[in-house]
């Protein structure tokens, strides 16, 4: 499927995004678990080498649902608001990303979860208070300066779980050649 244009399409891709993801991590052995992520140099993105396990891959999931969470929530109540929080911007998104590693070093595996699930949720709950329209057309809301808000339903649920899914099973493949 390609990258969702409705709201059908993006509610089945979120689902079936996070039961993939889901499914993959509940493939993984103690010693995948145990074994803290170490990519190929070769890999150029940042998240390569900042995170270091499953817990550190779902709470960047879950903080990136509290950023869509909060910011459609503030403008919807008035409050103009960016997407990403001061004083960050696209062009450094990496920095504010380490200080969600940061935050989370102390959250546990099983929190970790837990909070992804619930944050799942909500996000799924919210996308379904708006119509089709609203989320894919490009001028239904100002405070989303010309991009469609399910884009950012989109970014923020499916596409990440396919990052994660992505970085899962690499990490996978290179404990079984160990």
């Known amino acids: 499927m390609g990258r969702p244009a409705t709201k059908t399409d993006l509610m089945r891709a979120a689902e079936?995004?996070?039961?993939?993801?889901?499914?993959?991590?509940?493939?993984?052995?103690?010693?995948?678990?145990?074994?803290?992520?170490a990519f190929d140099d070769k890999k150029?993105?940042?998240?390569?080498?900042?995170?270091?396990?499953?817990?550190?891959?779902?709470?960047?999931?879950?903080?990136?649902?509290?950023l869509l969470l909060v910011?459609?929530?503030?403008?919807?109540s008035g409050e103009c608001r960016p997407f990403l929080p001061e004083p960050y911007n696209w062009r450094t998104y990496g920095e504010m990303n380490v200080e969600f590693?940061?935050?989370?070093?102390?959250?546990?595996?099983?929190?970790?979860?837990?909070?992804?699930?619930?944050s799942h949720?909500?996000?799924?709950?919210?996308?379904?208070?708006?119509s089709n329209d609203e989320l894919f057309s490009r001028t239904a809301f100002a405070w989303c300066k010309g991009n469609a808000l399910?884009?950012?339903?989109?970014?923020?649920?499916?596409?990440?779980y396919n990052w994660a899914v992505k970085k899962l099973k690499a990490h996978k493949k290179i404990v079984r050649i160990r």
Do not use: C
């Open 101 to 118: 590693w940061k935050k989370h070093q102390d959250t546990a595996l099983e929190d970790a979860k837990q909070m992804l699930a619930e």
């Open 150 to 160: 399910g884009s950012y339903f989109v970014s923020s649920t499916s596409s990440h």
């Open 44 to 66: 150029k993105e940042a998240h390569w080498k900042r995170d270091k396990n499953l817990r550190d891959v779902l709470v960047h999931l879950y903080e990136w649902h509290q």
């Open 71 to 76: 910011w459609v929530r503030a403008n919807q």
């Open 16 to 37: 079936e995004g996070y039961e993939n993801l889901s499914a993959v991590i509940s493939s993984l052995t103690e010693e995948e678990l145990s074994v803290p992520f």
């Open 121 to 130: 949720r909500e996000v799924l709950a919210l996308a379904e208070t708006f």
